[in-house]
């Protein structure tokens, strides 16, 4: 099992509030010998969950569960080449089909699936053309209907990639952003997680830690970026109009995503840390500052035009902003060296902004959650122990975890078995 070490940091829970949670339920598929990985979670409008996962290199699954956790369908599906190691493993939903891209890492490829969403009735499965360097990918649905692959091997912010695909995943285009200008002052973080880009879903199952640069598709347009650049292509691939960080008033961008019905971008101006809210034309709208220290930005999430983000540097510092870009409020993450962060996600919902955490100590694994509304005022917290996660998904207010658990034995203080079952639990508050 690889796991992403991100440091000597971890939530202290004690000022967090655990009334208002309720277990809603936790489903497990085990595959042979209880051999199984989820690695993404996807929820409808209509409260139906799906997991994908793994079970061995020929075989991966896709299960869907309704609203109160009872199986519908399940689907094992044959092929060749899957890891749970995979660092791209996306599943998106459009009008009853769902499509899931799996990243085949020992062949530096991805293959494409669609299935019923009903059934589970595989639709299509196909490996994508012009995807044998889509490390750490995944797949975006656009307006137009059409397939957007990103990837980035690129672990210094220099170039961008995006690869457009029709429905059935034939090869339309594919266009490269490559543009690199060293700024003077850069103290945001060069490693950057994956933002968010599931529409009403948070997660896609990526690893935290890895550099994407991923692309935001919004409004029919497709935005490009790198440190020093954001650009707009067309459904076609056509270059409509491009904007550069030092017009923005940035030394570098280092995060964009879609923020209601606009663009925002985060980014630094020497020792400060700035949100810029952008039109569909990358005209700016407003400009911000949200904090005097030397920080770095972390992970983000947008949703109907709030945003939470993560600003990392001497401390923790978890802001809300607001549909312009302005700190509504900033909460201070208290930190605790007693235990390794595995993985850590920040995800918002229309009146929320959640903290999520897996941590690993004395060789046990445990993911814990929080969620701030109103002022930073922690409402909820509740932990999971011995589920180790791969994808987090807010959807009303409920907060799903996909990932593998096992049974951990107090006596001998060890798992029982490796941590490779697949899991999906599903929280809900009041």
């Known amino acids: 099992m690889k796991k992403t070490l991100r440091g000597a940091i971890i939530l202290t829970a004690g000022f967090a509030v655990a009334a208002c949670v309720k277990q809603a339920w936790q489903v497990t598929y085990p595959g042979p010998e209880n051999y199984s990985t989820g690695s993404s979670v996807l929820v409808a409008e209509n409260g139906t969950s799906y997991m994908a996962g793994v079970i061995d290199a020929q075989t991966i699954f896709v299960a869907a569960y309704n609203a109160n956790g009872q199986k519908l369908w399940d689907r094992k599906i044959s092929g060749s080449g899957f890891s749970a190691r995979s660092l791209g493993h996306a599943l998106s939903l459009d009008n009853g089909t769902l499509y899931l891209s ?66 059935d995943g034939e090869f339309l285009w594919q266009h490269n952003l490559n543009t690199y200008t060293q700024p003077q002052e850069n103290n945001l973080q060069q490693y950057q997680p994956r933002a968010a880009a599931m529409g009403e879903n948070s997660s896609s199952g990526e690893y935290a830690g890895l550099n994407q640069n991923s692309p935001v598709v919004q409004g029919g347009f497709v935005f490009l970026y790198t440190g020093d650049t954001i650009t707009a292509l067309d459904s076609q691939g056509n270059v409509v109009v491009s904007q550069s960080a030092a017009n923005l008033g940035l030394n570098s961008i280092a995060r964009l995503i879609a923020h209601g019905n606009k663009l925002l971008a985060l980014g630094s101006t020497g020792n400060t840390i700035n949100s810029v809210v952008l039109d569909l034309n990358l005209t700016e ?25 993560m600003l990392v540097g001497s401390a923790y510092q978890l802001t809300e902003l607001d549909a312009n870009g302005a700190p509504l409020w900033t909460r201070t993450i208290e930190n605790s060296d007693s235990s390794t962060i595995e993985r850590e996600e920040v995800l918002a919902d229309q009146a929320a902004c959640y903290y999520s955490t897996t941590t690993s100590k004395d060789g046990r694994i445990t993911t814990q959650a929080d969620r701030y509304n109103g002022p930073g005022e922690a409402t909820d917290h509740f932990s999971l122990p011995d589920l180790l996660t791969t994808g987090i998904v807010v959807q009303g207010k409920s907060i799903y975890h996909v990932g593998m658990t096992s049974s951990y034995n107090e006596e001998t203080q060890q798992y029982d078995d490796p941590i490779t079952t697949a899991v999906l639990d599903k929280k809900s508050h009041k």
Request: charged share 15%.
């Open 285 to 309: 709208l407003s400009h911000n500052t949200l904090s005097t220290e030397s920080v770095e930005v972390g992970q983000s999430d947008s949703k109907k035009g709030n945003a939470c983000i």
């Open 102 to 167: 799996w990243d085949k890492a020992l062949f530096m490829g991805v293959t494409l699936f669609k299935l019923n969403a009903a059934t589970g009735e595989v639709l299509l499965q196909r490996d994508l053309e012009n995807s044998a360097l889509t490390l750490g990918s995944n797949v975006q649905l656009g307006e137009d209907h059409q397939i957007y692959l990103n990837y980035a091997l690129d672990l210094f912010q220099t170039s961008s990639h995006v690869v457009a695909y029709s429905a």
